[in-house]
């Protein structure tokens, strides 16, 4: 496949784009629903990187948890079960970054002491039910894992990396809102929190775009 049919599918950005735009002027959930489904499609069709089937199944399990939280309406076995489904999707990133790249595990311990630090100082006091508080601690330590997992992507290509690395960030940034304003008294720019989780989408679903682009750059400079 040619480098133009490669750009023509960047155009397919736009349909999650699409939904988002309904889905601020509506408030209606389907758009939203519609925002990841259509990342997630594109992830599937518009790449040809290998294992990008990991990144598939893991935004499936995004959608799963922003169902459930969207719909928790307080009771805890909801959001334990949205927190379960985002931390599962987490895996298979971690699992996608792992098979092109390497961990660093001095970046994750950098990582992830400072935000059980933070959830000691700022989000336990909020939290009254122990299995609430299991299951905090463990998705906190498996985002850090992620997010430093994204971050030694490596035989992706530079900007399909950068992309997910960026995804993943917002990801993890989107998540810490949550838990600021959940269980740490709120935040004055939680505002920010679904934008950033939206954007998480779109940036993961674009670097599997740009890795297509890449991956095929380099098989026709091999055939020259």
């Keep these: 496949m040619d480098k133009r049919t490669i750009r ?9 784009l699409g939904f988002y735009l309904a889905y601020v002027l509506t408030g209606a959930y389907a758009f939203r ?5 259509s990342c997630l499609a594109i ?12 990144v598939v199944v893991g935004l499936a399990f995004s959608l799963l948890g922003d169902i459930l939280l969207s719909h928790s309406h307080g009771r805890e076995s909801f959001f334990l079960g949205g927190l379960s489904a985002f931390l599962v999707g ?16 001095t970046a994750f311990l950098a990582l992830v002491l400072p935000i059980l630090g933070l959830y000691v100082l700022l989000l336990r006091p909020g939290i009254s039910h122990v299995a609430v508080r299991c299951g905090v601690v463990g998705y906190a330590v498996v985002s850090c894992f992620s997010l430093t997992s994204a971050f030694g992507l490596r035989d992706v290509g530079r900007w399909s990396a950068w992309l997910f690395r960026a995804g993943i960030a917002s990801l993890f940034f989107s998540d810490l809102l949550i838990g600021l304003q959940r269980f740490g008294g709120g935040t004055s720019i939680y505002a920010l929190m679904l934008p950033t989780y939206f954007l998480s989408q779109f940036l993961l679903a674009a670097s599997m775009i740009w890795a297509e682009e890449i991956k095929a750059s380099h098989s026709s400079r091999t055939r020259r």
């Design 43 to 54: 992830a599937a069709v518009a790449s040809r990187v290998r294992l990008r089937s990991l």
């Design 33 to 37: 629903a519609g925002i990841t489904l």
């Design 90 to 105: 987490h895996l298979w990133f971690i699992a996608y970054c792992l098979s092109h790249g390497r961990f660093r595990p």
């Design 8 to 16: 023509c599918r960047g155009w397919m950005l736009l349909l999650p």
